[in-house]
DNA sequence: TTCCGACAGTGGGGTCGCAAT
DNA sequence: ATTGCGACCCCACTATCGGAA
């Protein structure tokens, strides 16, 4: 198949706003690509790129390179390319990888450089995804949408359902299920402002601590353990703790759920920014196992001694876990009986932040495990902080901000009478918002940079965050984490803003 | 008809590791 | 040695479509 059939489906997918034109137009295509193309054209039209990521970005893609005239490559072809382009490492790659682009590029069609360019850098912009390109394979082969998405979630991979549909038809998705070793979509959480909102909508639950780490997904086969991310990458040799632990466990298959971060001397959890960094490191894992040791604190069993307990109710795969599991290393929780209990909720919440968590998730009891879900059955909750600061330049948007001056940066008052840069904004906004503001900051510019404007520091706009961090790139030392705007402050004066002594004192802990 | 769940999009900061400077 | 870049951790929020109520 020619890649310029894809692109130009994937330019009538963007096009389509409806998301049942989109999967009719995959489900099109998919039908008519032959055996040995399915494994490329099913990921290169679910925006992704079989390789995974190549390690090539914006700055390599940017440079510009005339467009072939006529179409000539093929999907076989191109994925070829970018597998050697993959490949290609040492010294003096650089050069040698912006050569291969370039010479991909300039046997492409201007519409195929576009679908190339999104495809690299990760953003196809068709508004079609995995959930999509699922809806397009299920029409295509006749199978239930959503048994493919289940068998989706099961494989943790699209690519291998697709295959073993388009080969054997529908009634290969009763190969897919649980197996021990081969990582699992993991079941997501949404948020509610308190635990008396979490609670109402789910009747008796667990309360448990939200730790502020790295989400695992630990996999025992007799001796055989492997650990994955919450995106499913593998994970394994970056925690040899974590492998012997789940070996001294009194079981010999099993599938766990959990987090895993430091803690300090006094048993406080270390910041995120700390967990992060060690889990990251990935050359010398022995010195930054000894300098920084990470604990697992697991929350769910997927799998254990061969039974799959993802249909179960979270109170028979709590039970499980509990079997399995001794109990410091598992999540701190409470049961509550329901919206009249709240009380206890409340109070366990207020122990959690206490202890130096991040807050709690509410998850009911009677719920099965939804793989790959952000099902209501989970519901965190985190306080909320919330400043008045002043905006002090705003960069343009892209994409639908194309045109709107979106993200916003933010200043706090400081001692000197000046402002100190604590970060940046795009969320929160609304488009009457976007409007509004590139309009009203744009008669406050006094400098407009290639990227967006520098104005007078006069607009306060009211921020929430989840914490502070620290940073080595703004000047107060510290930036928020997780900013979004909740309203402008038209009632405010600039001289009205929080100042970073403050914000500061707000956050002992973090204060450099 | 209205409501609400699921998705895609729009990017934020930090850290690590590699290649180039 | 330092800098720039990309990958991958953490993540909030809005707009939209389409099925459920």
Same mark, same amino acid.
């Given at each position: 198949?020619? &890649?310029?059939? &894809?692109?130009?489906?994937?330019?009538?997918?963007?096009?389509?706003?409806?998301?049942?034109?989109?999967?009719?137009?995959?489900?099109?295509?998919?039908?008519?690509?032959?055996?040995?193309?399915?494994?490329?054209?099913?990921?290169?039209?679910?925006?992704?790129?079989?390789?995974?990521?190549?390690?090539?970005?914006?700055?390599?893609?940017?440079?510009?390179?005339?467009?072939?005239?006529?179409?000539?490559?093929?999907?076989?072809?191109?994925?070829?390319?970018?597998?050697? #382009?993959?490949?290609?490492?040492?010294?003096?790659?650089?050069?040698?990888?912006?050569?291969?682009?370039?010479?991909?590029?300039?046997?492409?069609?201007?519409?195929?450089?576009?679908?190339?360019?999104?495809? *690299?850098?990760?953003?196809?912009?068709?508004?079609?995804?995995?959930?999509?390109?699922?809806?397009?394979?299920? #029409?295509?082969?006749?199978?239930?949408?959503?048994?493919?998405?289940?068998?989706?979630? &099961?494989?943790?991979?699209?690519?291998?359902?697709?295959?073993?549909?388009?080969?054997?038809?529908?009634?290969?998705?009763?190969?897919?299920?649980? !197996?021990?070793?081969?990582?699992?979509?993991?079941?997501?959480?949404?948020?509610?402002?308190?635990?008396?909102?979490?609670?109402?909508?789910?009747?008796?639950?667990?309360?448990?601590?939200?730790?502020?780490? *790295?989400?695992?997904?630990?996999?025992?086969?007799?001796?055989?353990?492997?650990?994955?991310?919450?995106?499913?990458?593998? *994970?394994?040799?970056?925690?040899?703790?974590?492998?012997?632990?789940?070996?001294?466990?009194?079981?010999?298959?099993?599938?766990?759920?959990?987090?895993?971060?430091?803690?300090?001397?006094?048993?406080?959890?270390?910041?995120?920014?700390?967990?992060?960094?060690?889990?990251?490191?990935?050359?010398?894992?022995?010195?930054?196992?000894?300098?920084?040791?990470?604990?697992?604190?697991?929350?769910?069993?997927?799998?254990?001694?061969?039974?799959?307990?993802?249909?179960?109710?979270?109170?028979?795969?709590?039970?499980?876990?509990?079997?399995?599991?001794?109990?410091?290393?598992?999540?701190?929780?409470?049961?509550?009986?329901?919206?009249?209990?709240?009380?206890?909720?409340?109070?366990?919440?207020?122990?959690?932040?206490?202890?130096?968590?991040?807050?709690?998730?509410?998850?009911?009891?009677?719920?099965?495990?939804?793989?790959?879900?952000?099902?209501?059955?989970?519901?965190?909750?985190?306080?909320?902080? !919330?400043?008045? &600061?002043?905006?002090?330049?705003?960069?343009?948007?892209?994409?639908?901000?194309?045109?709107?001056?979106?993200?916003?940066?933010?200043?706090?008052?400081?001692?000197?009478?000046?402002?100190?840069?604590?970060?940046?904004?795009?969320?929160?906004?609304?488009?009457?918002?976007?409007?509004?503001?590139?309009?009203?900051?744009?008669?406050?510019?006094?400098?407009?940079?290639?990227?967006?404007?520098?104005?007078?520091?006069?607009?306060?706009?009211?921020?929430?965050?989840?914490?502070?961090?620290?940073? !080595?790139?703004?000047?107060?030392?510290?930036?928020?984490?997780?900013?979004?705007?909740?309203?402008?402050?038209?009632?405010?004066?600039?001289?009205?803003?929080?100042?970073?002594? !403050?914000? #500061?004192?707000?956050?002992?802990?973090?204060?450099?």
């Amino acid at each position: 198949m020619l &890649l310029s059939r &894809l692109a130009r489906v994937s330019q009538e997918v963007a096009a389509a706003s409806a998301r049942s034109r989109k999967t009719a137009l995959l489900a099109e295509l998919f039908r008519d690509a032959e055996a040995d193309d399915v494994p490329i054209v099913i990921p290169y039209l679910a925006g992704r790129l079989p390789q995974g990521r190549l390690g090539i970005g914006w700055k390599v893609l940017g440079r510009p390179v005339a467009p072939a005239a006529e179409p000539s490559l093929t999907v076989r072809g191109v994925d070829a390319r970018l597998t050697a #382009l993959g490949k290609v490492s040492g010294t003096g790659s650089q050069a040698e990888r912006a050569r291969l682009v370039g010479e991909l590029m300039g046997a492409a069609t201007e519409e195929e450089q576009r679908f190339l360019f999104g495809l *690299i850098t990760g953003e196809v912009r068709q508004g079609a995804l995995d959930a999509v390109a699922v809806e397009g394979l299920a #029409l295509a082969t006749g199978a239930p949408a959503a048994g493919v998405r289940r068998a989706v979630m &099961l494989a943790g991979s699209l690519q291998a359902v697709a295959g073993a549909l388009l080969a054997d038809g529908p009634d290969a998705l009763g190969r897919f299920r649980l !197996t021990v070793g081969r990582p699992v979509q993991p079941m997501l959480a949404r948020s509610a402002p308190s635990v008396a909102e979490a609670v109402a909508g789910l009747g008796a639950c667990a309360v448990e601590e939200k730790l502020d780490g *790295i989400r695992v997904q630990v996999h025992r086969d007799g001796g055989t353990v492997r650990i994955y991310t919450r995106t499913l990458d593998d *994970i394994t040799d970056r925690l040899p703790e974590l492998t012997a632990t789940a070996r001294e466990l009194d079981g010999e298959r099993f599938v766990l759920d959990g987090e895993v971060l430091a803690f300090d001397e006094a048993g406080r959890p270390r910041s995120f920014q700390e967990t992060a960094g060690r889990v990251g490191s990935r050359v010398d894992v022995g010195a930054a196992a000894r300098e920084v040791p990470v604990s697992p604190v697991f929350f769910d069993a997927l799998s254990v001694d061969g039974r799959d307990l993802l249909d179960l109710p979270l109170t028979r795969r709590h039970a499980e876990l509990a079997r399995l599991v001794p109990e410091p290393m598992r999540v701190r929780r409470t049961l509550v009986s329901g919206p009249g209990d709240v009380g206890r909720a409340e109070d366990f919440l207020a122990a959690a932040l206490a202890r130096g968590h991040e807050g709690v998730v509410v998850k009911a009891l009677d719920a099965p495990y939804g793989a790959g879900r952000r099902g209501a059955s989970w519901v965190k909750v985190k306080p909320v902080h !919330t400043l008045d &600061l002043v905006v002090l330049g705003a960069e343009w948007g892209h994409g639908r901000r194309t045109g709107r001056l979106s993200n916003l940066h933010l200043g706090a008052r400081t001692a000197e009478g000046g402002f100190a840069m604590l970060g940046k904004t795009f969320k929160g906004m609304t488009d009457a918002m976007l409007a509004w503001q590139t309009e009203r900051l744009r008669e406050l510019a006094v400098a407009e940079k290639g990227w967006g404007v520098t104005v007078r520091p006069e607009l306060v706009v009211e921020i929430a965050y989840d914490g502070l961090q620290r940073s !080595t790139r703004y000047p107060a030392g510290v930036t928020l984490r997780f900013a979004r705007v909740v309203r402008y402050r038209e009632d405010k004066r600039p001289q009205d803003a929080d100042t970073v002594e !403050t914000l #500061l004192a707000a956050h002992p802990e973090v204060a450099p």
